[in-house]
């Protein structure tokens, strides 16, 4: 029984799988084992028994070290074996389930029977010798053997896992400084394209200047107010909402004189670049727009949503256009009116609710959504 | 509804909603008392299950709308506020009384017929006034007689009529 070793049942290279019989007691010599009823499967080069179909580990003995094989029949209340004789242990061999035998043999108990067909097959393995077969193993990394049993396999395959996303991450964020450091660049590229065009004031005309500089602003912030050049109290949130008005009021005025807070943080970040702002700092220098008599104003609708508006932004001239353009179409939903007037759904629906507040339109809430009629209410009589 | 004239708002969806705006608000719940009056009114019908009239008066199947349960307390609520409409229990709220006439409409109108008959300080029963072939023509013929009541109980208050009970029979005598 000591010849015996753990194992894996996945075949080796060169290896191939035989048969396999359910059934199967192990007696080592003439006493009886806990290995009783189990699967024993023969391949070229092992014997392997183990409890069910399902486990994937089994105790192994390679055929290398069997002698001879004996059949012995079945009797009375004694199922037919299969007695194979074994050479001594090879020296230093991996560890098994018993590391003792007073027995050179050990005897198969083919309960289920099938143990001719067995010892058939056995016998033919015995004979053809695969096992001896020098067959190179693919290129296999020589230090990670196939099976290293036990605890300290386990430990090392993780090890070397580590190993590796260790070095993969290493590497991403190698790329990822690189890409920085070639950022850093373009930021000081194009402060010193800013300043020369500052020293030329002169050579070049105003008109060209302020061309210039519009390509420069949609591209991104020149000079960002960061926390590092403006501190971090008071004066920073001040300087970054003098910079957030000069830079979005020609946009708001594009987008029809309202901008959604969430629009505005992506695109002051988009042209911030590298410099990237909170949305609690956003937020904060949003409040002082107003103390700081700027053109853009922080505005909450009732239902949450926070937009910037300018500050001669007239809300009466919209709620008169909602309700006209509502009027035209007989019925709108918030998707069609933003489909018409080019504005996002969200802001299209709080020109709507606005609306209905001044009684301009009236509402149809339905299983087909929210639709928004001219308020006939008031109107007809 | 088999009414013969619908008003605009019937077939306005918007009318189905109850409408956030205050002012809008009024202006629908004005409609919807109305509407509900004078259906009624058409079907000389002095009574309206809840459950009833959100299938019927309450809906318009052609515009697929219909008015939620609670823009029904709404608008009920609303009548009861003005005084034409009364719960018959008042806890359940399921079925209630309306009176698209107030008693003292009735009353007034009452009187005037009788007065015009030349009928005062005469005694009459309530079924005559309710279902006697005389009374035919007239807007208070086929009136329930719980309203009948109340509305002469007003005359009674103005010292216009006196209820009184003979035997089984309820009669009236106005002066």
């Known amino acids: ?381 | 509804m088999s009414s013969v004239e619908v008003p605009w708002q019937y077939s306005f969806p918007p009318f189905f909603t109850i409408q956030p705006n205050i002012d809008t608000r009024k202006k629908q719940l004005e409609a919807w008392c109305s509407l509900v009056l004078d259906q009624l009114k058409k079907d000389k019908n002095y009574s309206l299950d809840v459950n009833e009239a959100q299938k019927s008066i309450f809906s318009n199947k052609e515009i697929n709308r219909k008015l939620s349960l609670d823009g029904i307390y709404m608008v009920l609520d609303e009548l009861q506020k003005r005084g034409n409409l009364e719960w018959k229990d008042p806890k359940t709220k399921k079925e209630c009384l309306v009176m698209w006439r107030t008693p003292e409409e009735w009353g007034k109108m009452i009187y005037k017929y009788i007065t015009d008959k030349s009928m005062t300080n005469t005694v009459c029963t309530l079924f005559e006034l309710s279902s006697g072939d005389e009374t035919a023509g007239e807007e208070f013929h086929g009136i329930e007689q719980w309203l009948l009541i109340r509305a002469l109980k007003t005359l009674e208050n103005d010292g216009k009529a006196e209820l009184m009970k003979f035997g089984d029979n309820e009669g009236v005598k106005f002066f």
């Open chain 1, 1 to 381: 029984m000591n010849r015996f070793q753990w194992g894996e049942t996945t075949a080796d290279h060169g290896e191939s799988h035989i048969t396999s019989q359910t059934g199967v007691a192990l007696y080592d010599g003439n006493d009886k084992t806990n290995f009783v009823g189990g699967v024993l499967g023969l391949t070229t080069h092992r014997l392997m028994w183990k409890e069910n179909y399902g486990k994937s580990t089994a105790i192994c003995l390679p055929l290398s070290l069997v002698k001879s094989l004996e059949e012995q029949p079945s009797g009375f209340a004694k199922s037919a074996k299969i007695v194979v004789y074994l050479q001594e242990p090879v020296a230093g061999q991996p560890s098994g389930p018993a590391s003792f035998s007073k027995y050179d043999f050990i005897r198969l108990s083919f309960r289920d029977s099938g143990e001719s067909e067995f010892y058939r097959y056995f016998k033919q393995a015995l004979q053809d010798k695969k096992w001896e077969d020098k067959v190179l193993p693919p290129s296999r990394p020589a230090q990670g053997g196939r099976h290293r049993p036990g605890i300290v396999g386990i430990e090392r395959s993780i090890q070397q896992k580590q190993k590796q996303t260790d070095s993969s991450i290493n590497q991403s964020f190698q790329d990822l400084k690189q890409l920085m450091d070639k950022a850093q660049e373009m930021v000081t590229l194009s402060k010193t394209i800013v300043s020369k065009i500052k020293d030329r004031q002169g050579d070049i005309t105003e008109d060209e200047t302020v061309k210039f500089k519009a390509y420069l602003l949609s591209m991104g912030i020149p000079n960002p107010v960061t926390r590092e050049t403006h501190g971090t109290g008071d004066s920073y949130y001040k300087e970054l909402a003098r910079e957030l008005a000069s830079v979005l009021k020609k946009p708001i005025k594009e987008c029809g004189g309202m901008m959604t807070v969430t629009d505005v943080y992506c695109r002051v970040n988009r042209a911030r670049g590298m410099e990237l702002l909170s949305p609690e700092d956003l937020l904060n220098a949003c409040d002082l727009f107003e103390m700081l008599r700027l053109p853009v104003r922080l505005r909450t609708f009732d239902s949450g949503v926070k937009v910037l508006q300018l500050s001669n932004h007239s809300e009466e001239e919209v709620t008169h256009k909602t309700a006209h353009v509502v009027e035209e179409n007989g019925s709108l939903t918030a998707e069609e009116l933003a489909q018409l007037i080019g504005l996002s759904v969200i802001l299209s629906k709080e020109r709507l609710l606005l609306t209905e507040k001044v009684g301009g339109v009236c509402r149809d809430d339905s299983e087909e959504g929210l639709r928004f009629y001219p308020n006939l209410f008031l109107t007809k009589t």
